[in-house]
């Protein structure tokens, strides 16, 4: 069993991961900014250790590392990942001088590896599913950001010899995420037989389960590396428009209503073609999607049903 520290760990994937953890018996530390616990976190409260500190405290997060002494590090804290988190210096701040201050923190100490998040938009817009090679085009503060987080990692993890790989993580979705992101946003819709606004049906996005994002994490945590800087993208190989997605979810809850798409307006970062290139994560670590768009979405809803103070939750956020 490891001592894991999960920074990010109130957030949708980062909930998801500690949970995990636990099941499996590691010793988990959780870094969260100092401020309320987590509502997705109140429920394991007593099997974590919460430590509060923002990674812009370089001091302080100095001192929580070198107290805990992580073997395995899991980097999942960003800003920017939501449209209302528009201001560029949180995102320098969190993502950049972050993402370093942590990195540094750990090498004083020693680890085992020190798995970064990093992020599909790196890429920028293309025409294809973009490999982990090919040259970054960010099209956006956020993915400029996170570039250069998966950048400094990848430098640091080769010339001074430790593992700090980085999973580029397309679109994750399943228990505990955002409220108002998409599927959960469809999901709560549908229950209630209706749909949201929607945007342009062509709106592209690779979908996966998050049960197969902490897969990753865990397969690349344990995982050995000729590359320790080595990056990998995680999503399913097949790219779901939201025309598909909404008739998917319709027939799975058995929709009526037609949708009206143009109902809401597309964002700058909307395409047609965004889709991950997974042959080599499924070469180098063994790891496959487990869950399909309809099974991944099955399971999302079955969450909700039996989790009805939770729906609550959902429902107060989306309907007011």
Not at 3 to 13: D, E, K, M, N, S
Request: net charge neutral; glycine share 8%.
């Amino acid at each position: 069993m490891k001592r894991a520290l999960v920074t990010g760990a109130g957030g949708f994937l980062g909930a998801n991961l500690v949970r995990r953890l636990c099941e499996k018996g590691h010793e988990v530390h959780c870094v969260l900014r100092p401020g309320p616990l987590s509502w997705r976190l109140k429920d394991i409260e007593s099997r974590v250790r919460v430590h509060p500190v923002d990674l812009a405290d370089r001091n302080g997060l100095f001192e929580t590392v070198r107290a805990v002494r992580p073997e395995w590090i899991f980097h999942l804290a960003a800003h920017g990942a939501y449209s209302h988190q528009m201001e560029t210096l949180p995102m320098i701040q969190t993502n950049v001088a972050g993402t370093t201050n942590l990195v540094e923190a750990c090498l004083e100490t020693g680890f085992q590896t020190f798995v970064n998040t990093g992020s599909s938009s790196e890429y920028g817009f293309k025409d294809h599913a973009p490999s982990e090679e090919e040259a970054l085009e960010p099209n956006s503060c956020y993915a400029v950001t996170k570039a250069a987080a998966s950048y400094f990692c990848r430098y640091t993890a080769r010339s001074r010899k430790v593992r700090i790989p980085t999973l580029r993580l397309y679109s994750a979705y399943g228990p505990w995420e955002e409220p108002r992101r998409l599927i959960p946003t469809l999901v709560l819709h549908a229950l209630r037989g209706q749909w949201p606004p929607l945007a342009d049906p062509t709106i592209s996005r690779d979908f996966v389960y998050t049960e197969d994002v902490t897969d990753a994490f865990l397969k690349l945590a344990d995982a050995k590396l000729d590359d320790p800087g080595a990056i990998f993208n995680v999503g399913t190989g097949i790219q779901t428009s939201l025309r598909d997605l909404v008739e998917c979810v319709g027939r799975l809850l058995d929709v009526r209503q037609l949708p009206k798409w143009g109902g809401m307006a597309n964002r700058n970062w909307d395409t047609s073609c965004w889709v991950a290139s997974n042959l080599k994560i499924m070469s180098e670590l063994g790891w496959s999607p487990k869950f399909n768009l309809n099974k991944g979405l099955q399971t999302t809803v079955e969450w909700f049903k039996t989790h009805p103070h939770l729906q609550t939750h959902y429902e107060e956020i989306i309907f007011g």
